[in-house]
């Protein structure tokens, strides 16, 4: 419930995920999403890839190592989330039950073609557990095209609530200025930044783009530890044995319309952090910047953003008419 002036909580969520196990990791994320629920966060954010982790080992093997990489991503395939699944409507029944919005970050699975190749996506849930979209990352960073395809701006959307407008980016997405102008342009006021960065100037990021967008940030990071690893996957000790305890600290931190952090950063533990959220601080800000406002010049300036989706595969009937919503062609066995 919102207080008597309209304003209202946020949590931030910095935990380690159970390493490639999809179901626990769920089951942990419940458990949190219940216990912000619970200190009366209405919207509740993930990092980037937490079911069922984040392939930091992208970073540390070597691409020539075939094997290790084949059998790490077999894990992450098989521990990969399809949507909608079971594992959506246990995190839609956990939104439900703490009457908050929901998002979360998963790896999840192309069940709309081949069933083999990974998104690094952003889920949108609503207090009534129902999905409300996704959001799949455009352009993965480095290593990480070893593991996530390219989503496509199909899912780059803004979200109407009555706590606003939510919508967010993943990790280095936010440093692409086209990508956030259009969230900007779009009405964005609830931003969730989730990551895998830490740091500075990843800090500075969240606050600049909470002062440009004139919003609140919800930068999101995992805290994991190299303990977090099972010993039983040998790239562990081939490929970290000289790691620090910490793989990530974590730096997760909620930043508001000035660009002043409001909670955080939290580092080297696993907590959830908060913030409270004074509506006239989405508007009121405005009146000096608003950058898809006064501050636009479309006359100089013209962005066109390409929405349509590019599926990997089309059918029609023998009649060349298409096939009802949802229609596949039968399994051969």
């Not at 931190?253 to 409001?262: E, F, R, S």
Request: one cysteine or more; proline letters at 7%; glycine letters at 8%.
């Amino acid at each position: 419930m919102a207080d008597a002036d309209g304003s209202f909580r946020i949590a931030a969520v910095q935990a380690a995920p159970v390493f490639l196990d999809r179901a626990a990791t769920v089951e942990k994320a419940c458990a949190l999403i219940a216990e912000a629920g619970a200190q009366g966060a209405r919207l509740i954010a993930f990092p980037e890839s937490f079911i069922p982790a984040y392939p930091d080992w992208v970073w540390a093997v070597p691409p020539g190592d075939e094997g290790t990489l084949s059998e790490l991503y077999a894990a992450l395939l098989a521990n990969a989330v399809t949507i909608p699944s079971a594992a959506t409507e246990r995190l839609g029944e956990a939104a439900r039950r703490a009457g908050a919005y929901v998002v979360i970050g998963v790896s999840e699975r192309n069940a709309e073609a081949s069933n083999a190749t990974l998104y690094n996506t952003l889920l949108y849930i609503d207090p009534d557990g129902h999905l409300m979209g996704k959001h799949r990352k455009l352009v993965p960073t480095g290593g990480e095209r070893l593991v996530w395809a390219q989503g496509d701006g199909s899912t780059l959307q803004v979200y109407d609530t009555p706590l606003g407008r939510i919508s967010g980016l993943i990790c280095w997405e936010n440093y692409m200025p086209l990508a956030r102008y259009a969230l900007y342009a779009w009405g964005v006021q609830l931003y969730v930044a989730a990551t895998w960065d830490r740091g500075e100037p990843w800090l500075s990021t969240l606050r600049h783009v909470a002062k440009e967008g004139r919003m609140y940030v919800v930068g999101c990071c995992m805290a994991m530890r190299l303990d977090d690893i099972p010993d039983r996957y040998a790239f562990k000790a081939k490929y970290y044995a000289n790691a620090r305890e910490w793989i990530n600290v974590g730096d997760s931190a909620i930043v508001d319309p000035q660009g002043k952090i409001v909670a955080g950063p939290v580092r080297m533990k696993e907590e959830v952090i908060y913030a409270d959220v004074d509506p006239r601080e989405l508007r009121g800000p405005k009146w000096m910047l608003d950058v898809a406002g006064h501050y636009g010049r479309p006359d100089v300036f013209e962005l066109v953003v390409h929405t349509a989706p590019h599926p990997m595969i089309r059918t029609v009937t023998a009649t060349g008419a298409p096939p009802a919503e949802g229609a596949a062609p039968p399994a051969v066995s």
